[in-house]
């Protein structure tokens, strides 16, 4: 179980790097289109597309980074006012319910992805980008995701997701 945890949390912390290197990516074409646009006065071609594309999936790639390090808005009064056991109940049940809308979305994200690669799906730009390409992240960012939602409920019921003072007290409650 441990290997899991491990292996879950380093591909999610490598994702977090692609994602950071892909905003960084999508930051400098962006400097480059204005200076082709405003210096060279001549038009970009796929500046425009590659920016659209990298920041999304910089988003899905970097989904269980963030999930990883407790980064996405919550609102924590309903689970500081429960304390202990409500809490850890709270949790699972958030957990679960979000595990379940991450496959139904991984699943679709996949199916979306493979109809692209089968049908030779391209952007109908002069670019032409084949369109599985810009797809690939949502199945393999949200598929992650998954796979993070399992070690964090996992790392729930194990009693490590939670804070020392937490934990005491829901083993107190338990």
Known sequence: ????????????????????????????????????????????????????????????????????????????LLPTMLGGSGRFILEMIGGLISLAFCIVLAYSGWIYFHEAWEGGWSTDTVWALPLWIPLLPLPLGIGMLCLQYVAELIKLTQGQSLSASELSTVREEL
């Not at 999610?12 to 289109?33: D, R, Y």
């Open 1 to 76: 179980m441990k290997f899991f945890l491990r292996t879950v949390d380093r591909i999610s912390q490598t994702f977090g790097a692609i994602s950071m290197v892909l905003l960084a990516a999508a930051v400098l074409v962006v400097c480059q289109m204005i200076f082709i646009r405003y210096a060279l006065n001549a038009s970009t071609v796929w500046q425009t597309e590659f920016v659209i594309y990298s920041i999304m999936a910089s988003t899905f790639l970097g989904s269980p980074y963030v999930l990883l390090h407790r980064g996405h808005v919550g609102v924590d």
